[in-house]
């Protein structure tokens, strides 16, 4: 993520700086949301929000030995808030600099804001953000899958790993409608909770400056999650 603050446009910054706007937009607008901003604000601060860290150079120039760039962003917003709010409200819907749509998944950020409204401002936002990792992980899991042709068995499997409030079957259910042993499903079920365990440390490990900071990262994601 952090080479989305570099100031210049190769492709790889390009990618980066995309992945860094889908990747954070979900959990500042539902921080947004969650401090009593209208949607249509929320969504006009996020995109000001980002304008104003490309302008500043504001990733490039951020510490790495302060890590985790999930608490360097609300910070980074709050100090914007603080100091530019009178301005962005100034800016007409749509207008200024646009960073990103966020239209397509603003139906899943309303959501996921109606879901955290009994928690602090601070912990809506790590709800958001630890939903948005989870979802990015098993994302890129379904493109590996797709592209090795087990789609299919891989939506079968799901609720056994990812869970996400689905009704888990038997395992003698799934392994009866993907025609296989039980013991085949049970190694299918092993490997891919490793897979997704990968999956899910690559996209924290996207989010830090120093990969030591992996392992904390995915202990606060769990008790996230499992709170």
Same mark, same amino acid.
């Given at each position: ?24 937009? =979900? ?11 209208? &949607? ?66 603003? =139906? ?11 928690? &602090? ?37 799901? =609720? ?50 120093? =990969? ?16």
């Amino acid at each position: 993520m952090l080479r989305a603050g570099e100031a210049d446009s190769e492709p790889s910054a390009q990618r980066a700086l995309s992945g860094f706007c889908e990747a954070y937009w =979900p959990p500042l607008y539902t921080f947004l949301r969650h401090r009593g901003h209208p &949607s249509a604000d929320a969504q006009d601060l996020v995109q000001s929000f980002f304008v104003h860290l490309l302008e500043q150079n504001t990733l490039s120039r951020a510490d790495r030995q302060k890590g985790r760039l999930r608490t360097f962003l609300l910070g980074s917003l709050e100090n914007f808030l603080y100091n530019e709010y009178d301005r962005t409200r100034a800016l007409k819907r749509g207008g200024g600099r646009q960073v990103l749509s966020i239209e397509q998944h603003l =139906p899943e950020a309303e959501a996921a804001m109606l879901a955290t409204v009994h928690l &602090s401002d601070a912990a809506c936002y790590d709800l958001a953000w630890a939903s948005n990792i989870v979802s990015r992980a098993w994302k890129n899991l379904q493109d590996q899958f797709e592209a090795e042709g087990k789609a299919e068995w891989l939506e079968e499997l799901r =609720p056994f790993v990812a869970g996400g409030g689905m009704r888990t079957p038997s395992q003698e259910e799934a392994a009866a409608r993907l025609g296989v042993p039980i013991a085949t499903l049970r190694t299918w079920l092993s490997r891919l909770r490793q897979r997704f365990r990968e999956s899910l440390r690559a996209e924290v490990g996207s989010t830090v400056s120093d =990969p030591a900071d992996i392992d904390g990262e995915l202990r606060h994601l769990y008790e996230i999650l499992l709170a």
